[in-house]
């Protein structure tokens, strides 16, 4: 049996990579990339507790969680799109007037 | 060490390691590739922790529908390799100190967790009671994120949407 502290562990490392991945990276792609990552990781902190309180509601918030990401995806990459469109960049430091 | 201990490590391995390819690759449909071995990994662990659905519904949903968004996306824009800019170096020398100190504060916080073993009982991974919790105690946000959903769509139809001009 693998004990549960081993898996909160690897989701704080997750967590941790992602919030460095967001600080560095200048992509706006990569840096919602980033953002699902952070939402993984702590995914996986829910259902690692659900198993150790021997209770199904951290799979379900998880459940939860996904759905969100998924309507986030579709929001967050359309609004990629139309920066695309506007500034011909990706990169976050070329969007920082809110006049075009 | 137990099978169990090792499929973990190995597992822990790829997540890692994945997500550092994420930061290090420059190119972002090199970066997607690497969240889609992360997600993958994930979806494994969520098998060894008992939760069958939850594991299916990260392939499916996650390294299915949501990362082919992304490659879609970075395709559809012709994204190049990152262009290197030094209009913030804050981040080079502010962020970084504070990345690694959060990650440390973390896994500080995490690794006091209580050892305890994980215990497995049959009622817990049915994939069954998972489907009574959600369609009776979780009703109401169920039906909600329907709602959500629909609005996300909306959202995206009118944003992607061409201007008229």
Do not use: C
Request: hydrophobic share 65%; glycine share 4%; net charge positive.
């Amino acid at each position: 049996m693998v004990p549960v502290s081993y898996y909160i562990v690897l989701s704080a490392v997750l967590f941790g990579l992602g919030v460095v991945a967001f600080i560095f990276k200048r992509n706006i792609i990569t840096m919602f990339m980033a953002i699902e990552l952070m939402l993984n990781a702590v995914n996986l902190a829910f259902v690692a507790f659900s198993r150790m309180l021997g209770q199904l509601q951290g799979q379900v918030y998880v459940f939860f969680v996904i759905v969100v990401a998924a309507a986030e995806a579709a929001v967050g990459l359309a609004i990629i799109i139309l920066i695309a469109r506007n500034r011909e960049s990706l990169n976050v430091e070329r969007v920082d007037l809110l006049k075009l | 060490m137990t099978v169990e201990l090792a499929l973990f490590i190995v597992l822990a391995a790829m997540a890692v390691s994945g997500a550092v390819s994420l930061i290090l690759q420059r190119h972002p449909i090199h970066s997607a590739l690497s969240l889609i071995v992360v997600m993958a990994a994930l979806a494994g662990l969520y098998l060894l922790l008992g939760a069958e659905f939850i594991a299916a519904v990260q392939i499916i949903v996650y390294a299915g529908a949501i990362m082919v968004l992304f490659v879609f996306v970075i395709m559809l824009l012709n994204a190049g390799v990152e262009e290197r800019t030094s209009f913030s170096r804050m981040a080079r020398y502010v962020g970084l100190p504070l990345a690694v100190v959060f990650l440390l504060q973390l896994v500080w916080w995490a690794a006091k967790v209580p050892a305890q073993a994980a215990q497995t009982t049959q009622a817990l991974t049915s994939t069954r009671s998972l489907a009574l919790m959600l369609f009776r105690e979780f009703l109401l946000p169920f039906e909600l994120t329907s709602i959500l959903i629909l609005i996300a769509i909306l959202g995206a139809v009118v944003l992607a949407k061409k201007e008229p001009v």
